[in-house]
Structures are given as structure tokens and as C-alpha cells.
């Protein structure tokens, strides 16, 4: 008797070196979609043009460096 499978996507029989590229490149996309409308908001509704700026500048700069840090492997 043949063995069956589970019906649903075979996770199991993807390699890893396809999946990882794919989820952060999904990561990424969402993150810049975030960062585009956060942005627009600030600026559009902020009566402080320089702390909207400010802000954005803070935003982006953790961002990279939390994802640089993700993406290194250095765990403490």
C-alpha cells in the first residue's frame, strides 16, 4: 500500500536556502510599505515638520541595525 502524504503544502520537502530568501524579502517588503505610510503620516500631519523628520530618521536607523543584527548571528 502506497504511503500518503497529508494533504496541504509539502513544508517539509522545501530547502531552507529557498525559504529564508523569500521570508525576508516578504519582511522587507511589509517593513517598506510600513515605513512609506508612517512617513507620509508624519510629515502630512505633524505640525513640527523637524521632530517628523526626526522621527523618521530615529525609525529608519533602528530598523536597519535591528536587521542587521537579526541577519548576523551574533547572539550574546
Known amino acids: 500500500m502506497p504511503s500518503s502524504?497529508?494533504?496541504g503544502f509539502p513544508v517539509a520537502s522545501l530547502p531552507i536556502a529557498q525559504v529564508v530568501p523569500?521570508?525576508?524579502f516578504l519582511v522587507f517588503?511589509?517593513?517598506a510599505i510600513y515605513s512609506v505610510v508612517a512617513a507620509f503620516h508624519w510629515?502630512?500631519?505633524s505640525n513640527n515638520t523637524?521632530?517628523?523628520l526626526s522621527a523618521i530618521t530615529v525609525h529608519i536607523i533602528v530598523s536597519v541595525w535591528l536587521a542587521i543584527?537579526?541577519?548576523s548571528g551574533?547572539?550574546?
Do not use: G
Open 5 to 7: 502524504t497529508p494533504i
Open 69 to 71: 543584527y537579526t541577519v
Open 29 to 31: 517588503f511589509i517593513w
Open 50 to 52: 523637524t521632530v517628523a
Open 74 to 76: 551574533l547572539v550574546h
Open 43 to 45: 510629515l502630512r500631519y
Open 22 to 24: 523569500v521570508f525576508f
